[in-house]
Each structure stands twice: as C-alpha cells, then as structure tokens.
T-cell receptor, first 113, second 113 residues
C-alpha cells in the first residue's frame, strides 16, 4: 500500500521557535507538496517540489521554506513560528504526470502558542 | 479565474438515507476531477478520479458523475453509514498534465443514527 508519512500528528510550539515538519513517501514520486488547511479556506498550496533540490512557491509561501535533499523526503520549515501559522498541514506526492496518483499524508495539526 | 464551488457547505442525514453532493467548476483547460473523503483530523483519501471522457465512476457506495458541458460533478452516496461522516472535497486538475490543482472548500456530511 502506497504511503505518504508525516512525522507528527500533533505538534505544539512556541512563538518564535523554528519548526520542522517532515514528510516521506515510498512511491518514488517526483512531485511533493505542502498544503495548509484552515476552516472556511480549504487547502492552500504553500510550496511544491518537482525534483530533488528543486522547489517552487505556491499560493502562500510567506513565513515558510522547504528542503528536498532526497527524492523521498520533503521538509517544511517555519523559520520563526507565529500564532497565525496554527493550522493543519498536509503533505502530498504525485508522479511527474500529476494527472494521477495524487496521495496525501495523514496531516500534522500544529498549534503555535 | 479557476474556481471550484461545492454545495451544500454542510449536510445532516439519517443513517441509511442517500445523499448527493455538488461540485461546479470553472477551470480551463480541464484535465480531471477527483473526489476526496477527509475524516476529521486526517488527510484526504481519494474516492474517484474522472477524466473528460468519463461521466460516471463508482467506488462501492460512492458514485461520481461528471458533465463536462455544464462543468458540474456530483457525488452520490447510497445507503449512508455512520462512517460516511466526513468532509468531501472536490478537486479539479487544470493544464495538460494536471499541473495545477484547484480545491473546493468541501462539504461536511454528518450521518446520524
């Protein structure tokens, strides 16, 4: 069974902390994505990567950065966490042709206090 | 502007009843349309994916329809169960290789006994 694994289900961090959210996929997918999901706003794309060491900004990249050093791993970094980054974070991956095989992880519920 | 609109925003039905969720989109060029089920606190899980030439696709008690002329899709749930309580998200892929995903905000379904 194909999997996208996010390292934490729940995280609580303090304002100003540097936060790392990790995502690993075992499907040899080229594309990986980070979304955040907030009530009434749906899923919004933060960053995506279409290859190792490649990254593209999504719709709301401000306050975030990403790292893709290996094909299977895509990390989201909050350089200095703020309360407005409290959200559900979802990682996803897909093969190069994004028409098919788009798979989500289980999500990380991040609370910044 | 590419948009996906879902209705209703929320729905409450009795166990055993049928229901239909709607998705209207203004996305061009259209690549495919997917329905996802998202349980509370979890990541979305794919139910169906339909391309331009498909107008019906079933997955157990879930049946999705697509009318590419009117740019409408529906998700019909038959003989609902308590476990169907979730958010249902319509996602449309745009571009030749489905390189952009446009998410609806979802319909929250509650099935009560």
């Amino acid at each position: 069974d194909v999997k996208v694994t996010q390292s934490s289900r729940y995280l609580v961090k303090r304002t100003g902390e540097k936060v790392f959210l990790e995502c690993v996929q075992d499907m040899d997918h080229e594309n990986m994505f980070w979304y955040r999901q907030d009530p009434g706003l749906g899923l919004r794309l933060i960053y995506f990567s279409y290859d190792v060491k490649m990254k593209e900004k999504g719709d709301i990249p401000e306050g975030y950065s990403v790292s893709r050093e290996k094909k299977e791993r895509f990390s989201l970094i909050l350089e200095s966490a703020s309360t407005n980054q409290t959200s559900m974070y979802l990682c996803a991956s897909s093969p190069r042709d994004r028409g098919h095989g788009y798979t989500f992880g289980s999500g990380t519920r991040l609370t910044v206090v | 502007k590419n948009q996906v609109e879902q209705s209703p925003q929320s729905l409450i039905i009795l166990e055993g009843k049928n229901c239909t969720l709607q998705c209207n989109y203004t996305v061009s060029p259209f690549s495919n349309l997917r329905w996802y089920k998202q349980d509370t606190g979890r990541g979305p899980v794919s139910l169906t994916i339909m391309t331009f030439s498909e107008n019906t696709k079933s997955n157990g008690r879930y049946t999705a329809t697509l009318d590419a002329d009117t740019k409408q899709s529906s998700l019909h749930i038959t003989a609902s169960q308590l476990s169907d309580s979730a958010s249902y998200i319509c996602v449309v892929s745009a571009g030749q290789a489905g390189t952009a995903l446009i998410f609806g905000k979802g319909t929250t379904l509650s099935v009560s006994s």
